[in-house]
T-cell receptor, first 112, second 111 residues
């Protein structure tokens, strides 16, 4: 089974702090994704990556950056957290574009 | 642009009731269509999918048929169980590696 793990299930940070969310997958998938999930808005794509050191902006990249130094690890960075970034963050991986995505359990981030 | 519209929740049903969750889409070309499910405290997992018109996806008693003429992919189950309580997301794959999700429908089943 594909396993996608995220570094924290719950995280509380202060406004202005730098926040790192880590995602690790064990199935050698090329594609990795970061989404945020908000009530009534579904999932919105923040960034994705097709390969190591490669990244593409999704639909809502503002206020976020990403890093992919190794194939199995994809990090989401909030350079200066703000209260409107309080949300559930979901990492996903996938193989070819025609196939499904596999999701991690999510990190619920609260920014005070 | 490409989009997915699904019925708003929450939907509350009694056990053994018939379930329909409506989903319609707007897309150019021939997208693949998906239903994902999110159980409490977990990430999303694929429930079923269909890749071309008239395909029927099925899994765990759930079914959905890709209807190009009505641009729909409604989710159905003949007899729901308490364990089906979850949030259900309709989605389409619009281009290489990008999936567009609907807003989700929360389903609660009463014993």
């Amino acid at each position: 089974d594909v396993k996608v793990t995220q570094s924290s299930r719950y995280l509380v940070k202060r406004t202005g702090e730098k926040v790192f969310l880590e995602c690790v997958q064990d199935m050698d998938h090329e594609n990795m994704f970061w989404y945020r999930q908000d009530p009534g808005l579904g999932l919105r794509l923040i960034y994705f990556s097709y390969d190591v050191k490669m990244k593409e902006k999704g639909d809502i990249p503002e206020g976020y950056s990403v890093s992919r130094e190794k194939k199995e690890r994809f990090s989401l960075i909030l350079e200066s957290a703000s209260t409107n970034q309080t949300s559930m963050y979901l990492c996903a991986t996938g193989t070819s574009p025609n196939n499904e995505q596999f999701f991690g359990p999510g990190t619920r981030l609260t920014v005070l | 642009g490409n989009s997915v519209t699904q019925m708003e929740g929450p939907v509350t049903l009694s056990e053994e009731a018939f379930l329909t969750i409506n989903c319609t889409y707007t897309a150019t070309g021939y997208p693949s269509l998906f239903w994902y499910v999110q159980y409490p405290g977990e990430g999303l997992q694929l429930l079923l999918k269909a890749t071309k018109a008239d395909d029927k996806g099925s899994n765990k008693g759930f079914e959905a048929t890709y209807r190009k003429e009505t641009t729909s992919f409604h989710l159905e189950k003949g007899s729901v169980q308490v364990s089906d309580s979850a949030v259900y997301f309709c989605a389409l794959r619009s281009s290489a590696s990008k999936i567009i999700f609907g807003s989700g429908t929360r389903l609660s089943i009463r014993p």
